[in-house]
């Protein structure tokens, strides 16, 4: 009896070690943002933009790395 409640302990051991190692990966979080502006040739529209692309680039996120647009 002593001899398969070792094993089973064991077994249980390594299993949850195998799920804290190879389950629990954490992901790059990648966020899409989507644009819809009617023009380019509207020069509010672009200041608006680029104020939208300079705010998120002081919070911290940056296109092609951790934010795509």
Same mark, same amino acid.
Request: charged share 20%; aromatic share 14%.
């Given at each position: 009896?002593? &001899?398969?409640?070792? %094993? #089973?302990?064991?077994? #249980?051991?390594? =299993?949850?070690?195998? *799920?804290? %190692? %190879?389950?629990?990966?954490?992901?790059?979080? #990648?966020?899409?943002?989507? $644009? *819809? @502006?009617? #023009?380019?040739? $509207?020069?509010? %529209?672009? @200041?608006?933009?680029?104020? $939208?692309?300079?705010? *998120?680039? !002081?919070?911290?996120? =940056? !296109?092609?790395?951790?934010? &795509? =647009?």
């Amino acid at each position: 009896m002593r &001899k398969y409640s070792n %094993f #089973t302990i064991l077994m #249980t051991i390594l =299993i949850l070690i195998c *799920l804290a %190692f %190879f389950c629990c990966k954490a992901k790059k979080e #990648t966020f899409h943002i989507g $644009v *819809l @502006q009617w #023009t380019e040739n $509207v020069e509010a %529209f672009n @200041q608006t933009y680029k104020g $939208v692309i300079d705010g *998120l680039r !002081d919070k911290g996120y =940056i !296109d092609g790395g951790n934010l &795509k =647009i």
